[in-house]
Structure formats: structure tokens, C-alpha cells
């Protein structure tokens, strides 16, 4: 059961009985899972507050970080679209060794045409091979639509993972004018 949920749960009133006992409502376990961010402009705010402080991480090279800088900006700027924008944010992180080992990329992109975040992940057994697979992938369009493959909750907590270890980033901007 996720915290906000139980938390819901928690703070539900409590049932009255007709003999004067209380009785509290039992949870009901099919329903759908509700969503910290209960909107798309918080959790597309939340993803700038988190890359935010990669920016200053030492030894990133300049034109990385002025590429997290304004994806943090255009970010923060939804649901206005920044003129002329397109770039790219890759954070991947790998665990294991040469027997076994996992990675996974957290990808961002922001262009005319929306936003986009995805999570993947590669597995790796030196008796079995590799697998390579697709996690969430979260998008909204300029149009107002989006599609959603996966829980948005889960890519930030994938996310947060992945800056809590050994890191790589990989940030690009095609964007008009730069």
C-alpha cells in the first residue's frame, strides 16, 4: 500500500454503528492507486526540482549543465512552452559486476512538441545473456494530450535511486539559437 494511500486511509472519518460503536471502513484494495502529484504541472515541477542540483555537480562539463539549467527552467515554466526548445537529458547509473550486472537510463526530453520522461533497464548474466527493457514512459503533448505507460510516482523514485549511486549524465540541446 503506497503512503499516500494509507495516509488517505488513516485520515478517512471512521464509520458511526447504530448501536453507538464506532466501525471503521474496510479499504477497498481494488481500487486504483491514486497518484502523489495530482497533477501533471506538479510532477513536471518536481522533475525540475530534482535535476536541479545536477547542474552543480563537480566536473560536469559547462554545456551540460547550462542544458539541465534550462530544461529546469523550461520545467518550471509549464504549461507555457519555451520558444524553440529541444534537448535531451540522459541519467543512467549500473550495478554488478562482469557475471551479472543491471543498468538503467532516465531519460528526458523537452521540445515544441511536449515533454517527454522514460526509464529502461538492460540486465546482463554472462550464462544467460542480456535483456533489454522498457520501464515507464510518461508524455504530454503541446496539443494537451498525453500517454502513459507506468506509474509517474515510480520513474521519480527510479530516478531517485539512480542519483543516490554512481552516475552518469549525458544532456544535449539542439534548441534554435544555442
Known amino acids: 500500500m503506497t503512503q499516500a494511500r494509507a495516509l488517505r486511509m488513516y485520515n478517512r472519518p471512521h464509520m458511526q454503528r447504530h448501536d453507538g460503536e464506532e466501525e471503521k471502513e474496510e479499504p477497498n484494495v481494488a481500487a486504483e492507486e491514486v497518484c502523489r502529484f ?8 518536481e ?10 555537480r563537480p566536473g560536469l562539463a559547462p554545456e ?16 507555457e512552452l519555451t520558444p524553440g526548445i529541444d534537448l535531451q537529458i540522459e541519467i543512467a547509473h549500473r550495478m554488478g559486476g562482469e557475471e551479472f550486472n543491471e543498468s538503467y537510463s532516465y531519460l528526458i526530453k ?20 542480456s535483456n533489454s527493457f522498457s520501464l515507464e514512459s510518461l508524455k504530454w503533448y503541446a496539443d494537451g494530450h498525453a500517454e502513459q505507460e507506468g506509474n509517474r510516482d515510480t520513474w521519480l523514485e527510479r530516478l531517485a535511486y539512480a542519483l543516490a549511486r554512481d552516475y552518469t549524465v549525458n544532456a544535449t540541446d539542439e534548441s534554435a539559437g544555442t
Open 38 to 45: 495530482e497533477t501533471d504541472l506538479a510532477f513536471l515541477s
Open 47 to 56: 522533475v525540475g526540482r530534482r535535476i536541479a542540483p545536477l547542474a552543480a
Open 64 to 79: 551540460k549543465a547550462r542544458v539541465i539549467e534550462r530544461a529546469v527552467a523550461a520545467l518550471r515554466s509549464l504549461p
Open 110 to 129: 523537452l521540445n515544441q512538441q511536449g515533454a517527454e520522461f522514460a526509464s529502461s533497464g538492460t540486465q546482463y548474466d554472462a550464462a544467460v545473456g
